[in-house]
């Protein structure tokens, strides 16, 4: 079965801070979305948030004569500063699939419940004897042009993150983005998963 990668909807409103400060995000939201994952139980502390206004996206363009339309709200994803967020409809479809995979941090926002959702499940299935691997002269990986996995590495794994990539990005199996389509969720976006594509460079 194949694997896809998930991305927020851009279509769809995103969720900004209200109290937070640079370095606060920087410190407790950023380190979410990039490097190892860890768990951050126990010691998250919620931050406010709200849906970006309207008006704030007709701002962004002042000299386009055709600015883009306004932001869709109704999504059941959303993103707060690199971070997907998910709505408790969301969160009650795909529970049974995240569980134990990934953790939700409560954010205090008035416009609806939403939760980020922390990928902590690594998955190092990479062969490096039988892929096809391309190197940086400091000997971390450039690209792949033919992945190879570990027999089995994959199975009934239904979110996760590689090591590749800085572990930036978030896979889901067939299974997860069916789930989306059969209740209608919105405010996603999902790409085949590298090794189901023509090689890409790492960086």
Request: glycine content about 4%; proline content about 9%.
């Amino acid at each position: 079965m194949p694997n896809w990668r998930i991305t927020f909807d851009t279509n769809y409103a995103h969720l900004v801070e209200i109290h937070e400060t640079v370095l606060w995000l920087r410190d407790h939201v950023r380190p979410v979305a990039l490097g190892h994952p860890r768990s951050w139980l126990g010691v998250w502390q919620s931050p406010s948030a709200r849906f970006i206004r309207d008006d704030e996206v007709l701002k962004e363009v002042p000299d386009d004569p055709t600015p883009p339309p306004p932001y869709l709200r109704d999504g059941d994803f959303s993103e707060y500063h690199g971070v997907l967020a998910l709505s408790a409809r969301a969160i009650a479809v795909l529970s049974p699939l995240i569980s134990g995979a990934a953790e939700l941090l409560p954010l205090q926002c008035p416009e609806g419940d939403f939760h980020l959702l922390n990928v902590v499940q690594v998955l190092d299935c990479l062969d490096r004897e039988r892929a096809n691997i391309t190197y940086w002269e400091d000997g971390t990986i450039r690209s792949v042009g033919q992945f190879a996995f570990h027999p089995g590495c994959l199975d009934d794994k239904h979110i996760f993150k590689l090591p590749l990539y800085n572990y930036s990005r978030i896979y889901v199996s067939q299974l997860f983005k069916d789930s989306v389509a059969q209740f209608a969720l919105k405010g996603l976006r999902f790409e085949p998963a590298p090794w189901e594509t023509p090689p890409l460079e790492l960086r």
